[in-house]
């Protein structure tokens, strides 16, 4: 059975691949219970992908209880319905199917993906609607993954990569929900009781806000009778969801961390900017060039190829409902650290004063349209961004119009966006590997 599974997927990416390249045919509505429905038909294989997401990500922690979104997030499929987490296992182990999880700062989630006959649905979604409508919390599930998640975090806060990351999403976001995760420590794990994770599931995994996207070998009406399946029985509203403040500009500030790394983990960055921003498209493309082109990328020739300073060095944006971080990151020899800060921030200086030049858009716009279609060569990868479009409200026709929006950014727009946008003076940095905390 595995086999043959595995044989259908292989060839299903191969057929996917080739439709990617024509208009993805997605349909979509709301249901009375206001869940948000998001679907395309594809019957080259005979699989189902689904995902159910409500905006439950850690941003949803109350300072209080930091912790509690992932906690409640992990337990619910580890018994629910009156099936133990055994059973769940064995039971989706019994099809060959997956139920897995989606987790970040907005949003919190289960995916699925089944063989569609009949039987193999029908049980799959059977354990993933109980999964999601009905998790049990079982106190001795809840203690033994507190104590997990205890020591897990215990290990990481050892680790110079988790260092710098905590200290720089806090620097970066100060005050604002985004911060909440760093704030997570042994004490506030082991603080939490099941009525919190029960009470957080009911305030938030609610009906109004549920976004499912569905992908795979079943009609607009079977896809209509999944969602209905999965959601008639979430938790309805009580009142507005609050929205997330809008994320303030960080302080140009320098922490360094001593510690006993051979190599010190340097991290650079702001808030970036939201999944709907305007200048999303010029932010895009000119980070690709600036960062995130890999070998095609300035900092790479300026920081790794003419001086030898690191063996990698790269920048992003992670766009959020609220603005996300832009990110520079590096790792250097600790004498070597110094310098490589003073040539990434001339670098980025420049590119803000400057821009690319027409030959590296150029290049970078041949890139990245010509590697899009690799983006959606599975009914998985489609998913994610049915999943995405769904819960950011993005327009129905965002993957059709991605090569065309990628296609119009001018050298220009690029220099605007990143003069208005990024400010190298308001930069958080962190440096952990320091030879003296500072």
Do not use: C
């Not at 009949?118 to 409508?133: F, T």
């Not at 215990?154 to 909440?180: C, V, W």
């Not at 279609?373 to 994610?384: A, E, F, H, Q, V």
């Not at 296609?407 to 690029?414: G, H, W």
Request: charged content about 25%.
């Amino acid at each position: 059975m595995h086999i043959k599974f595995m044989e259908l997927v292989f060839a299903g990416l191969l057929l996917v691949a080739t439709a990617a390249q024509a208009a993805l045919p997605i349909q979509h509505w709301r249901m009375d219970n206001g869940v948000r429905v998001i679907f395309i038909e594809n019957h080259d294989l005979p699989l189902l992908d689904v995902s159910v997401e409500f905006p439950a990500g850690d941003s949803r922690d109350d300072k209080s209880s930091p912790g509690l979104a992932s906690m409640t997030h992990h337990l619910l499929t580890l018994g629910a319905g009156g099936m133990t987490e055994e059973e769940i296992s064995r039971r989706m182990a019994d099809i060959g199917a997956s139920l897995g999880g989606s987790f970040d700062q907005d949003r919190a989630g289960l995916r699925l993906r089944t063989l569609s006959g009949e039987r193999e649905r029908g049980q799959a979604l059977e354990i993933m609607a109980k999964s999601l409508q009905f998790p049990a919390f079982p106190e001795a599930v809840l203690a033994r993954e507190k104590t997990r998640s205890i020591a897990e975090l215990k290990e990481a806060k050892t680790q110079p990569d988790f260092i710098a990351g905590r200290l720089f999403n806090s620097m970066i976001y100060g005050t604002h929900p985004y911060a909440l995760s760093s704030m997570v420590e042994p004490e506030s794990i082991a603080a939490l009781r099941r009525e919190d994770l029960v009470g957080f599931y009911r305030a938030h995994y609610r009906a109004d806000e549920a976004v499912v996207a569905v992908i795979g070998d079943v009609t607009p009406a079977q896809a209509r009778e999944i969602a209905a399946q999965l959601t008639a029985a979430l938790p309805r509203a009580e009142g507005e969801l609050q929205s997330l403040p809008v994320v303030a500009m960080s302080m140009g500030e320098t922490r360094k961390i001593a510690h006993p790394a051979t190599q010190s983990h340097i991290l650079i960055g702001q808030p970036g900017m939201t999944r709907t921003d305007p200048d999303y498209f010029p932010l895009y493309v000119g980070n690709y060039i600036l960062g995130g082109g890999g070998f095609a990328s300035r900092l790479i020739e300026e920081v790794r190829q003419k001086r030898g300073l690191v063996y990698s060095v790269y920048s992003y944006f992670l766009p959020l409902q609220q603005s996300g971080p832009f990110q520079i990151g590096l790792q250097t020899k600790r004498e070597q650290a110094e310098e490589a800060l003073v040539v990434v921030r001339k670098t980025l200086r420049d590119f803000i004063a400057k821009g690319p030049t027409e030959d590296e858009l150029k290049k970078a716009r041949q890139n990245i349209v010509g590697g899009f279609p690799l983006r959606l060569d599975s009914n998985k990868k489609i998913l994610d961004y049915l999943a995405v479009i769904g819960f950011y409200r993005l327009p129905l026709s965002y993957l059709d119009d991605f090569s065309g929006n990628v296609e119009k950014v001018t050298v220009a727009q690029i220099r605007d966006a990143f003069t208005r946008r990024i400010q190298p003076d308001n930069m958080a940095t962190v440096v952990v590997g320091a030879d003296e905390a500072k």
